[in-house]
């Protein structure tokens, strides 16, 4: 390619990190490429709930709207955040490997209760803004204070260390990514059978114009197939509930050796309601999503 691949993020630490990933696997395959950083909503609207935003897409949006542009010829993105219907001239290009998908409790070592539940003293003041991690946090730890929590990843560890909590959720892979010590604190990664993770959780993906030919054959070459024959089915499971951030549903799927697929899916309409679950194995991806929405909903 004669010119430089142009690259559009948002400009967090771990953004950032997806974005340089990206860019090494290009230059792995003689790809010259740049980056250009793009504020989101989500990024400048740091004071209230993912629940009282308007809309969805609150961290692609803008990124979407460069690459219909032609200002850009990647979007990178977390694929938790990107919604499941793509724009029209859009399309996912290619899938990273997955980190770990699980999410991550990290608690002050001031609030460790190691004889109750997950470690915490009674009443634990936690930090989230994601609606799915409150509504599953409050079913294992009934008397939990949600409290809301924003900003990028080390930001919301500092909030941890010099404000009013007593422990945060965050994702797991993006601790592992940044390679942030946490020697202060007792952490417990929560089973991604139990406290199901956001569907594509750990999966970073790239978007590109479906008419851009020569893009699409490049990201071809980076392609993670196993992560897709996954999160396909989980994505799809959010599709089929038409929601993105603001709704409490839990998606992952497993392959096994033998080639198996094991999916665990969990939800809930609203914290007055209990989590429904639903847990199933087949040897295909035929139809596993409508069966795990179906007995999520029976």
């Known amino acids: 390619m004669d010119r430089k691949v142009i690259v559009g993020t948002r400009g967090s630490k771990l953004a950032l990190w997806q974005a340089h990933n990206l860019q090494e696997k290009l230059s792995q395959i003689n790809v010259a490429s740049r980056l250009e950083i793009i504020s989101t909503k989500g990024d400048r609207i740091q004071d209230i709930g993912f629940d009282k935003l308007e809309g969805k897409g609150f961290f692609t949006k803008e990124i ?12 990178v993105h977390s694929l938790k955040d990107l919604q499941t219907t793509q724009p029209d001239g859009l399309l996912l290009g290619a899938l990273s ?29 936690i930090g989230t803004s994601s609606i799915r991690r409150q509504l599953f946090i409050k079913n294992l ?46 952490c417990i990664t929560l089973h991604t059978r139990e406290f199901v993770p956001a569907p ?27 992560s897709a024959l996954c999160t396909n089915i989980e994505r799809k499971v959010l599709q089929l509930y038409d929601g993105g951030c603001h709704i409490a549903l839990g998606v992952h799927v497993e392959r096994d050796a033998a080639g198996n697929y094991h999916g665990y899916a969990a939800y809930s309409p609203d914290e007055l309601s209990p989590l429904s679950r639903a847990v199933i194995s087949q040897s295909t991806t035929n139809n596993m999503a409508e069966r795990l929405f179906d007995k999520l909903n029976s």
């Open 141 to 186: 730890v009934t008397d939990a204070d949600i409290r809301p929590l924003r900003g990028n990843v080390p930001t919301r560890l500092d909030k941890l260390s010099k404000e009013d909590y007593d422990a945060i959720i965050l994702a797991h892979a993006g601790i592992d990514r940044l390679e942030l010590s946490l020697d202060n604190y007792h």
């Open 97 to 125: 490997e997955r980190a770990n998908p699980a999410d991550l409790l990290i608690i002050k070592k001031s609030a460790v209760n190691s004889s109750k539940t997950l470690s915490l003293k009674d009443r634990p003041k």
């Open 200 to 226: 594509g959780q750990g999966v970073i993906g790239y978007q590109c114009r479906a008419s851009d030919k020569e893009i699409r054959r490049i990201l071809s070459k980076i392609h993670h197939t196993a």
């Open 64 to 75: 979407e709207d460069a690459l219909l542009d032609k200002k850009i010829d990647i979007a």
